[in-house]
């Protein structure tokens, strides 16, 4: 495969496959790359023996009718589907919708037709003689006349600092702002179906745990499985002690819920879960020649929807840039 391209998306999360979709829409040469074994980021879906649990974003919302639309395309193709309208047995009116089968099946509609390359840890980012040469841990070496960077903001200065560019004071301020939630979560598997009430999630505003979701009421496990998100607060203070212990903690705070014994249990850590300072300008342009674009959540809202945002935003301001044009 060739590591020379016109423009390189670096994450697939939400904000790197849409921008990466609008940008080959528009006719760019785009290659995709990321670190982990699968696309989506924290569009993610797990398997533990027979059960399927969805351990990152739970589900989509729409307020955009440019997002309200791809979700609409993305239930067309039986990559999404509504999962129900209200928690608690309260019909609030806002339509959630979840991923075919899991949340990660959003992710692998939109990278389907993609020049995706997984496994790749970008360590950084070079400015070259006609655009940026980018360097993985893997030993690739990538080419590019632009560059699209979502990973998380410190993850991204990073990877830049690896790489000499000399960032301006003021954008540099702005981005060491930006700060994330941290999210540990334990994925269980039960002995029974669980107690979590219909449509099978739980918001909890006090205590260790945020959320409780039951992805067998959910649609997405065909055995009982649930999703325990930690607060931030516990998160945070927790996330250096043995995450076995903390996950039995949690598990034990869960039990009213859970209604029946784990079987066993799976821990992660969401490091850069949600970010909790937002700097709101759709995407940043981190140099305007060549072309990198720093996109994410953290430039437009904490949710899938404003990460899908910030992506078009990216492939927006490509197009201001007077980039797309040339090709």
Not at 307 to 312: E, I, Q, R, T, V
Request: charged share 20%.
């Amino acid at each position: 495969m060739k590591n020379d391209c016109e423009i390189l998306v670096i994450g697939t999360g939400m904000t790197g496959l849409t921008a990466a979709t609008e940008l080959a829409a528009r006719g760019c040469g785009v290659v995709v790359v990321d670190k982990g074994r699968g696309v989506g980021g924290r569009l993610a879906t797990r398997r533990i023996g027979e059960a399927t649990f969805d351990h990152g974003a739970q589900f989509v919302t729409a307020r955009t009718p440019r997002f309200a639309g791809s979700v609409e395309e993305c239930c067309k193709a039986a990559a999404a589907r509504e999962w129900c309208r209200g928690f608690g047995g309260a019909n609030d009116g806002h339509l959630r919708w979840r991923g075919q089968p899991g949340m990660t099946g959003i992710a692998k509609h939109l990278a389907a037709d993609l020049d995706v390359r997984m496994g790749q840890t970008v360590l950084a980012l070079r400015r070259a003689v006609t655009g940026w040469q980018v360097e993985t841990k893997e030993g690739e070496a990538f080419q590019a006349r632009a560059v699209v960077l979502t990973a998380p903001v410190p993850q991204s200065l990073a990877m830049l600092d690896a790489g000499g560019m000399v960032i301006g004071t003021e954008i540099r301020g702005r981005l060491e702002k930006i700060t994330y939630e941290r999210c540990l979560v334990v994925m269980a598997v039960l002995e029974q179906p669980s107690c979590v009430p219909a449509p099978g999630g739980l918001q909890l505003t006090e205590g260790p745990i945020a959320w409780l979701g039951d992805n067998q009421q959910k649609g997405i496990s065909t055995q009982p499985a649930v999703t325990i998100h930690a607060s931030p607060a516990f998160s945070s203070t927790r996330w250096d002690d043995d995450r076995d212990e903390t996950a039995r903690e949690l598990l034990a705070a869960a039990a009213p819920w859970l209604g029946s014994g784990v079987r066993e249990f799976q821990v992660h850590g969401w490091r850069y879960s949600r970010p909790l300072e937002v700097d709101a300008c759709g995407c940043m342009t981190v140099s305007a020649n060549p072309p990198l674009i720093m996109a994410g959540d953290a430039f437009a809202a904490p949710r899938v929807e404003g990460a899908a945002l910030s992506g078009w935003a990216a492939a927006a301001e490509l197009g201001r840039l007077g980039f797309l044009a040339a090709q």
